[in-house]
T-cell receptor, first 116, second 110 residues
Framework: EAEVAQSPRYKITEKSQAVAFWCDPI?????LYWYRQILGQGPELLVQ????????DSQLPKDRFSAERLKGVDSTLKIQPAELGDSAMYLC??????????????FGQGTRLTVV | DQQVKQNSPSLSVQEGRISILNCDYT??????FLWYKKYPAEGPTFLIS?????DKNEDGRFTVFLNKSAKHLSLHIVPSQPGDSAVYFC?????????FGKGTSLLVTP
């Protein structure tokens, strides 16, 4: 069964350091999302790609966060410098983005980031 | 500004009984709603969805009801099973973006 792959599963980093997460969506899925989930909250959208283009990054803290999906396939999310408040689960999801399954996003297992 | 609200952070139900999880939304432009289920240390998994042109969608033990006038939807699980214990997120689709509620933690006890 096709899955969204994310790495690493866990990351501990010191504040002010740089950290990067990687996501490989399900093959053929045009839409890719990065969400951040703080414990006790629902996932919050950070950035959304349609193929290689950013369609929504309004909630992305652009002074420290960046995301790219250069070839419209896999994607990286980077934080530099990391702050204590960035500790959260970072979830990647993908969807076909059209038809009846437009809203059905498939999530990866996430990357649990701890900033110390 | 939370556009999707799940006001019950937790719910405990006995095995075999019905679980009802509620969700309210504020944006009348939402036209597609989904429920996701999440186990600890895993990403959310899609459970069931409903379009705004319908008021009910059923899939096995899971039924979602939509009341557009009240901007309210609910997920019914019957009969509830211990394996249903998880966090359930309500989500609403705006364009291609999913807006999630904070989740309700369901515990099904034997």
């Amino acid at each position: 069964e096709a899955e969204v792959a994310q790495s690493p599963r866990y990351k501990i980093t010191e504040k002010s350091q740089a950290v990067a997460f990687w996501c490989d969506p399900i093959s053929g899925h045009a839409t890719l999302y990065w969400y951040r989930q703080i414990l006790g909250q629902g996932p919050e959208l950070l950035v959304q790609f349609q193929d290689e283009s950013v369609v929504d990054d309004s909630q992305l803290p652009k002074d420290r966060f960046s995301a790219e999906r250069l070839k419209g396939v896999d994607s990286t999310l980077k934080i530099q410098p990391a702050e204590l408040g960035d500790s959260a689960m970072y979830l990647c999801a993908s969807s076909r983005g059209q038809g009846n399954g437009v809203g059905e996003a498939f999530f990866g297992q996430g990357t649990r980031l701890t900033v110390v | 500004d939370q556009q999707v609200k799940q006001n019950s952070p937790s719910l405990s139900v006995q095995e075999g009984r019905i679980s009802i999880l509620n969700c309210d939304y504020t944006n009348s432009m939402f036209d597609y709603f989904l429920w996701y289920k999440k186990y600890p240390a895993e990403g959310p998994t899609f459970l069931i969805s409903i379009s705004s042109i319908k008021d009910k969608n059923e899939d096995g033990r899971f039924t979602v009801f939509l009341n557009k006038s009240a901007k309210h939807l609910s997920l019914h699980i019957v009969p509830s099973q211990p394996g249903d214990s998880a966090v359930y997120f309500c989500a609403a689709l705006s364009g291609y973006a999913l807006n999630f509620g904070k989740g309700t933690s369901l515990l099904v006890t034997p």
